[in-house]
Each structure stands twice: as structure tokens, then as C-alpha cells.
């Protein structure tokens, strides 16, 4: 049975009344006015909860048809259906124009209204949905949804920011898993393009000699295996925001036509003879140093500076481990909520440890190491150092005190070997390589010092 809350405003009481009693047998919240000034106060009062205003285009203070802009600005999310007892097809064709829905003559079977209203109705839910969806996901990709504060994500947080409200076309420079997409995802969301296409992506998943015809599209017929017409991810993202992940993966053609699509806001598909117009906004995403790769002749100096209008350098973890702390409490939820658990208990020690290791690849790293935490560590059970991977065990191991004369040959012996094993990913062979000894003498060692 339909739910929701329908206003319906009528100054013909016995007909209002019965319009009411019809709709609430079918499930309906009727919320009832007699008169313009009053329709507007309860709508005012209940625009959230509000589906469709149904209301008479003739009333003793205003006619439906010119408050039908006050109707919509009050209450966007709702729907209005118009109600008259001489309707005529002008008045209709302008109601329909402005925003009604529908556009009913009174006195029609209640069968006809009721199909009406619940259309409108369906139509009105469906877009409160949307509504929520939007809200959701641009609170997740906000910039108040970044976790930490160290002073390196905050400047690189200032500069999007600013960047954000403008069409600029942006750079974000930084190691693999720092975020970049993240940050990508949050100029989108900040900027007036938020209600249009983001379109992602990443350079270095396509075959270089397909990634023109992945960003560009192609006619059919253009090639051997061009069996339709395909849209291109820059006219997908017309509107919006195209985010070129790791794009120093582009050849040399592609960003001959990536520099002239930038200028021009047009490009001419494969197989094509007329140009494609668009209205894309540019966010452009390297681990590289593309300044360099411009100098070296690896990347076109005129498409970089077309592309670094405004840098942004999103900070490795090891730049700021003072947000490890927040970062792994925040993963832990997630994970947990994933799971249908309690949050993961951490030990201080393993805190001190995660804090302590380098995070080579960064925040997806961190991500990682919490999710199989949070699935192999058993409910209520305290996450210990030893639950860790070996490779944090070993960093935690040569940043800990030892009792041992930080002056004798032994302890520089154990630190160095420690270290090595670090670098070789704990693996023994590739150690004792590194080391230039023999393997069992390394397995020696590792016994002797406990590690």
C-alpha cells in the first residue's frame, strides 16, 4: 500500500474532504488547506516529508498556476498536480511547462486521481533517493572526510580547496596509494560539477596502443573489431570531471590530442570527420616526476604545463605518521562494520609499531594490513605486534631499545642485520646474499639475536 505525505489545497471543503478520505484509504497522509496563504505555511512546515502538493489552480488568494514556482522552491523534492473545474489545454500545456506534474479536471472518477497521485508519488520518492545517495557520497568524498591533520595533508588539502570552486585544470603529484584518487574525488565533489559524471581513469590499465581509443571513442567500422559506434571516456565525463590516473602512462599521440582536447573542448573520435564537443573539467594524477620526464624528452613540456595549472602534492604516510593512529582506528570500524563485529582491539605496542613502519605503499597499504587484522584476529581478542605481518614485526624489532651497549660490535651486528632483512622483504636467501654470507650462518645469527 503507497505511504507517504500528500498536501492537498482546496477551498471547496466537502470536496477537499472527500479527495482526503480517498487518498488515505489508499495509505496517504493527508495534510489539508483551505486557502494559498495556508498551503504555503504547512508546506513550508513539511517540505521533507511532503510527496506531492495537490492543489486547485483557482483559490480565494492565488492561483495554482502562479504559485506553482513557490510550490517547487519550498519543496524541490516534491511533485505538484494541478486540479481544475474548466481545464483547458493552454492552461495544461503551461502547467506542464512549469514544473506540474499533472494536470486534472476535477470531477474525474477517483480511480484516475488516485494513478495520478501515486505516480507522482513514485516519481517524488525516487528523487528523494537520489537525494540521499548524492548526500552520502559527497560526504564520503569530502574533504572533512580526509582522516589526519599533519601539516602536510593540510596544506595539500588548502590548495584543492581553493581549486575546487574553479575549472582549473588540476595535478596531483604523489606515490602510489597515497590517496590521489581520493583527493580527485573530493575537487569533484567541492566543485560546481558535483552533480555530473566523475569519470576515472586509470593510464597504465590499458594497452597503450588502446587507451586513444578508450578516452576518445571511435566510429564504427573505424577499425577491425569497431562493430558500433563507442563513446569515449572524455564525452562520458562531459559535465563533470575526467580524473586521468598515473597519466605518464599516455604515448606520445594520445597526448598530442589530450593537449588539443584540453584547449579546444573538442576532439574527433576515430573513424570520424567531425569534431565531438565537450565541457570536461581535467584532474590529472602521477607518481612520477613529469617536470623531469618533460625535460628528458618522455612527456610533452607544453601538455605538462598544461596540466600542472595547479599542483598538488598529496603527502606519502611516512610524511605523516602522526595520522597512522586515526587512520588504522578508522579502518578498523570500517572493516568491523563490514563484518558484523566489534571494532579490532589494538595493543599499544602494535600502535607504536604500526606508527613506527615506513608504509612503503602508503595508505592502501595501511588499508590492507587492517582488513586481514580485522579478519583473522577472533572477536575480543587484543591485537598484538606478533598478529602483524613480518615485515612490521622486523621494523618494530630495530626501532626497540636493546639492553646491549649501543657502543659493542654485537648490538651493531644485530641492527645491521635486522636492517637487511627489512630490505630483503624478510626474505633469508636474498639476505644473506645482501649480507655476503653463508645461509646457514645467517640462520645462525637470527637464533643467537632472537630474530
Known sequence: MPTGTILLIDDEAVLRQAIARTLELEGYTVRQAPDARRGLEELRAHA??????????KLPDGRGLDLLPRYRALAPLAE??????????????????????DYLTKG????????????AADKARLQHRVA????????????????????????AKTIAQQVALTDATVLLEGPTGAGKELFAQAIHQGSPRRGKPFVAVNCSAFPKDLLESELFGYKKGAFTGALTDKKGQMEEASGGTLFLDEIGELEAGAQAKLLRALETQEFTKLGDSKPTRVNVRLVAATNRNLRQEAADGH???????????????????????????ALVQHFARQFAAKLR????????????ALTAYPWPGNVREL????????????????????????????????EAPTPDDPRSLRNAEKQHIQRIMLEAGSNKAEAARMLGIAHTTLYRKLQEYGL
Open 80 to 101: 505538484v498536480v494541478l486540479m481544475t473545474a474548466y481545464g483547458t489545454i493552454a492552461d495544461g500545456v503551461r502547467a506542464m511547462k512549469e514544473g506540474a506534474f
Open 48 to 57: 521533507e516529508e511532503v510527496l506531492v502538493v495537490l492543489s486547485d489552480v
Open 367 to 398: 588499508k590492507n594490513v587492517l582488513e586481514r587484522a580485522s579478519i583473522l584476529t577472533p572477536p575480543n581478542q587484543l591485537l598484538t605486534v606478533d598478529d602483524l605481518p613480518v615485515e612490521i614485526q622486523l621494523a618494530a624489532a630495530a
Open 108 to 119: 474525474d472518477a477517483d480511480d484516475q486521481l488516485v494513478v495520478v497521485v501515486d505516480r
Open 132 to 155: 540521499a545517495l548524492e548526500k552520502k557520497v559527497g560526504t564520503q568524498y569530502s574533504f572533512d572526510s580526509m582522516i589526519g591533520h599533519a601539516p602536510a595533508l593540510e596544506q
Open 341 to 352: 563485529r566489534q571494532p579490532l582491539e589494538i595493543s599499544s605496542e602494535a600502535m607504536q
Open 299 to 325: 612527456f610533452r613540456p607544453d601538455l605538462y604545463y598544461r596540466l600542472s595549472v595547479v599542483t598538488v602534492q598529496v603527502p606519502a604516510l611516512s610524511a605523516r605518521r602522526a595520522d597512522v593512529p
